[in-house]
């Protein structure tokens, strides 16, 4: 299955409003980092290493707010570090969600049961939760035991409270087929969450663990054998099939870093969610002065294995509503 019609349709919309201002970079996505602190220590997470006097600071909810609405982006992820750390994250999502803006809110959900009652259900928002595998593998990635528990069990609170849930996982060279399969599995089927986010690991230059990346071949192998025997059309992903059969290697996609850009304390990072090559002090700054033709595979060697959705999702979505036969597929199921 595809994106959810709403997001479809919302989607669609602002991507005619770009073409007729014949514009030629424009946010689909905001990751907004809001923190950097974490209440864990995830071996392929490469955010937590800031200084401390950083991890101390939290972003203003003015601050916040405004960065989304100089990008002018239709959709924001609210990412970190762990955004339940802020105190003022209900403000922010509430904001966001007054401006019309399609929300999602990351987190480990350890924290989340004693937040939950600051938020109302809405159409527009979602728990996006992060479950990197099942009880053990889950537990090993976030280094520390009962993780997938907790998290399992906030899901369920926040479902039956009446919010929608998704998740989001990430994959390494330790996963196989099988594994990829029985996470989505539990996840689409035994759990229920609305939509699953997936993605190859990026390689974090500061990440604890940096031996179990995965190359472009081996992600097209995994994604390939895993989405084997139509199994991907059963569960309930949220991305564009196009960026699906670029994981499985059925295709391949330019990446577009302008697509989904990085807001934090350190302002936008250039030229991705990815990589940390200087900081613009505004959303138009960021555009204008970063050489976005020298990023991605065959270009910067950083680049080399990355099939990450933040770079190519962007490129998929574009390429979808550009084409009747890609839009029609979308909107079938892939």
Partial sequence: MAMPLRQTIRLGGYLVKQKLLRREKFPLLVELEPLFACNLKCVGCGKIQQPHTLLKQRMPV???????????????SIAGGEPLMHPQIDEIVRQLLARRKIVFLCTNAVLLPKHLHKFKPHRNFAWMVHIDGLRERHDESV????????AV????????AGFRVMTNTTFFNTDTPQSVIEVLDYLNNELGVDNMQISPGYAYEKA?????????????ELFAKAFGGDRRRQWRLNHSPVFLDFLEGKRDLECTPWGIPSYSLLGWQRPCYLLADGYAKTYKELIDSTEWDKFGRGKDPRCANCMAHCGYEPTAVIATMGSLRESIRAAVGG
């Fill in 62 to 76: 003015e601050q916040a707010v405004g960065a989304i609405e100089e990008s002018g982006a239709p959709m924001v």
């Fill in 143 to 150: 280094s520390k035991e009962g993780v997938f528990d907790q």
């Fill in 153 to 160: 069990e906030a899901i369920k609170q926040a479902k039956a």
């Fill in 208 to 220: 604890p663990d940096q031996e179990h990346w995965l190359g472009v071949q081996e992600t097209r």
